[in-house]
Each structure stands twice: as C-alpha cells, then as structure tokens.
C-alpha cells in the first residue's frame, strides 16, 4: 500500500475516533433529563439515543459537513498533517472536560483544532470570515433559542396542566411517554448535525489529497460517521450526566420534555441552515429556561456559569493544542 494512503486512512480512522468521543461526551446531552427524570434507566436510555443518532442520515443531508469541509478553511491549505494534527487536538480538548465533568462543545473542538492546525501552516489567511460568521452567531443564538424555547414550552405545559386540572399522577403518566418523543427527537438531531462535522473533516481529507474529484461526501463516510457517534452514546459519559441532568436544575418529566423538544427544535433549524452548532450549548440553554419558569433561583448559575466559561475557551484552546501538535508532527510528518 502506497504510504500517503496509509497514512490518509489512518487519519480517517482517528477522525471516527473522534466521532466516538463526541457520542461519548455528548451522550450526556441526549440522555441526561431522561435519565434525571427517571423515565428510562441509564442503560436502555443510551440505546435509544444512539438508535437515533444512527439513523439521523434518513432525514438530514450533508449541508453542515459542506460547511466544516469547505466552508470555513480554505482547502488549498490541507493536508493529512494539518487534519490529524486537527483532530487530535479535539479528541485532547474533549477528554479534558469529560474528565472535569465540563459539557464542553465536541463541535466547537473540532473546528477550533482544524483551525489551529490550519493556521499553524500557512497562518490567518486561511480562515474563510463567512462560514465562521454565521458558526460565531450561532454561539449565542442557538442557545438563546433553546433558552427561551423551553421558557415557553414550560409556560404552556403549565397552563394547559392548569386548565385541565388532572391529577398530578395522570400529568406524570403522560409526560412521561411524551419525553420518550421528545428525547428521541433530540438524538435525531444530536446525530444529524454532530456527526456530519466529521463526515466533513473526511471528505476535505479525500478531495484534497485527491481520492474524490468533487467535494461530495461518499455514502460510506456518512454511515461511518452516524455508526462512530452512535456507538460513543453507548459507551455513555457519566459524569457529564450528572452536571446535565442535575446540578442545573432539579427537573420533572414535563420538564425534561420541554427541554429536550425546545432543543431539537433549534438544533433542526441550524442544521437545515447548514450551521454547526452545539448541542452542549442548546440543551443548557433549554434546561435553564425550563428552570427559570418556576423561579429564577431554581436555576443553579453558578454551574451553567461554570459550563459557559468553557464554552468561551473550548475554540481557541482546541486550536493551540492542535496547532501545538502539527508544529510537532511537521518534525517528523510531510507538512
């Protein structure tokens, strides 16, 4: 086998892994308020999420790795190197937090490692502004949108529970199997945007160094990487689920309905819009606006201010560590 080759499909191979870390980091995110609510145990609950996240490819196309692949770093700039180099420093920034408990960004881990990586090459110029505009926007925006999504799903769970007066153990029963829905919905889209940040790293990996002639995510790209993720929610991340699911706030099944609908909501619409954003993110900002509806101070700030200072890092220490790794691999690495 020709050594480039090797070489590229190794590093494939370690962006899938990186795929697997981010089911694994982010299973806190589909399963932390059914699980806090007590709707499934924790082990039948990571399989329903990871079904999901296998599946996602059945609905939603490949608009955000189009974004990740082409759309924020110029391909003229890649190389095997500066991907592994990208990946690995993701893959180090995720098991950071998951070790600390942190529900960082996967997503903005990897596109900061890219970046790093990138520019430790051949420097600045190579950041394309308006892929990063609308993935900077979407920061705050897809947050708030979860934020006062599940504010007002809450609101209405509550009136409609007012007005028809029933019996807190019918409201209960119900609840329940609506959240069932609900996380189902979420894992759609955890899978369906998260895993084509991957199927996009590949793919610019295969048109740069020339296996594909057009930029085109192939069909095995997209079923490895929707097969990575969802066997990284199997695998669970406990620790965040602890952060997620209870530390923010203490939360009921209709609850944890509303804040996992409020988020698939809003994690759907960036991904049609083919922006990368976070589903660490959306969902915190759900679980607290769900929280908020009963008072403020059901909310523990102090934990998402902790989660947020992450948030703000999570970009630029990804792409150090990356760019750190390429300056290391370009020792012993072609550049």
């Given at each position: 086998m020709d050594l480039s080759l090797a070489f590229a499909i190794f590093v494939i191979a370690l962006a899938l892994v990186f795929d697997f870390t981010n089911g694994m980091h982010d299973a806190a995110n589909s399963i932390s308020t059914i699980v806090s609510t007590r709707v499934l145990s924790p082990r039948l609950a990571v399989v329903w999420a990871a079904f999901f996240n296998l599946i996602a490819f059945l609905i939603f196309g490949t608009t955000v790795a189009s974004t990740i692949g082409k759309g924020m770093i110029s391909l003229n700039t890649v190389?095997?190197?500066?991907?592994?180099?990208?990946?690995?420093?993701?893959?180090?920034?995720?098991?950071?937090?998951?070790?600390?408990?942190?529900?960082?960004?996967?997503?903005?881990?990897?596109?900061?490692?890219?970046?790093?990586?990138a520019i430790a090459r051949s420097g600045f110029s190579v950041i394309i502004a308006s892929g990063w505009t609308k993935t900077v926007i979407f920061i705050a925006l897809a947050p708030t949108i979860g934020l006062l999504l599940g504010y007002l799903l809450k609101?209405?769970?509550?009136?409609?529970?007012?007005?028809?007066?029933?019996?807190?153990?019918?409201v209960d029963k119900w609840s329940r199997t609506l959240q069932l829905f609900s996380a189902a919905a979420y894992s759609l889209a955890h899978g369906g945007n998260d895993a084509q940040k991957t199927m996009?790293?590949?793919?610019?990996?295969?048109?740069?160094?020339?296996?594909?002639?057009?930029?085109?995510?192939?069909?095995?790209?997209?079923?490895?990487?929707?097969?990575?993720?969802?066997?990284?929610?199997?695998?669970?991340g406990w620790r965040i689920v602890k952060t997620m699911g209870q530390k923010i706030t203490k939360l009921r099944p209709v609850d944890g309905f509303c804040a996992e609908t409020a988020s698939a909501i809003s994690i759907y619409m960036a991904t049609f819009l083919g922006v990368p954003v976070s589903t660490t993110h959306v969902i915190t900002g759900a679980i607290s606006g769900v929280g908020s509806v009963n008072r403020l101070s059901a909310v523990r700030w102090n934990i998402t201010l902790r989660i947020?200072?992450?948030?703000?890092?999570?970009?630029?220490?990804?792409?150090?560590?990356a760019g750190s790794l390429y300056a290391l691999a370009k020792l012993v690495l072609p550049a």
């Open positions: 190389t095997p190197t500066v991907i592994l180099a990208g990946v690995a420093g993701a893959i180090c920034w995720n098991l950071i937090t998951w070790y600390f408990g942190l529900p960082s960004s996967s997503s903005h881990a990897l596109i900061g490692g890219y970046a790093g990586a609101i209405a769970a509550s009136w409609f529970i007012y007005k028809s007066r029933q019996a807190p153990a019918t996009g790293i590949i793919t610019s990996l295969l048109y740069a160094g020339g296996l594909i002639s057009v930029f085109k995510v192939p069909l095995w790209v997209v079923l490895s990487a929707h097969s990575a993720i969802a066997l990284g929610t199997l695998s669970g947020v200072w992450a948030w703000i890092i999570t970009i630029p220490a990804a792409a150090i560590i």
